[in-house]
């Protein structure tokens, strides 16, 4: 079992910025893809940014592209998402998910193992 724990969610005027960090609990990263998912209100759970497994594939929803980035900080064993740029409809819960090992990165819920708890990102216009 792999806790995720997440941090860095809060309340941003629009067109400011935010970084959210998740790290495990007692394991390493290293043999995990990453990805990151948002739920807003009466909405289902949808993908935001994906990072492989070896960190050499990236994949972002177009909704984020431009604005987001996903990196692995392997010295500190955390996979972070730099929100910039943020609008009032990017306001949600964000969480953190991994699976083990698997290729590529992979957009679908069901294919992640573990899940954080949720940060709530808040942005007012």
């Known amino acids: 079992q792999v806790q995720l724990d997440e941090s860095g969610g809060g309340l941003v005027q629009a067109g400011g910025s935010l970084r959210l960090s998740c790290a495990p609990s007692?394991?390493?990263?290293?043999?995990?893809?990453v990805g990151w998912f948002r739920q807003a209100p009466g909405k289902e759970r949808e993908f935001v940014a994906g990072i492989s497994v070896s960190g050499g594939t990236i994949y972002y929803a177009d909704s984020v592209k431009g604005r987001f980035t996903i990196a692995r900080d392997n010295a500190k064993n955390t996979v972070n998402l730099q929100m910039n740029s943020l609008k009032p409809e990017d306001t949600a819960v964000y969480y953190c998910a991994a699976r083990q090992y698997g290729l590529g990165v992979d957009t679908r819920v069901a294919e992640y193992d573990y899940w954080g708890q949720g940060t709530q990102v808040t942005v007012s216009s």
């Open positions: 007692g394991r390493t990263f290293r043999n995990y893809g």
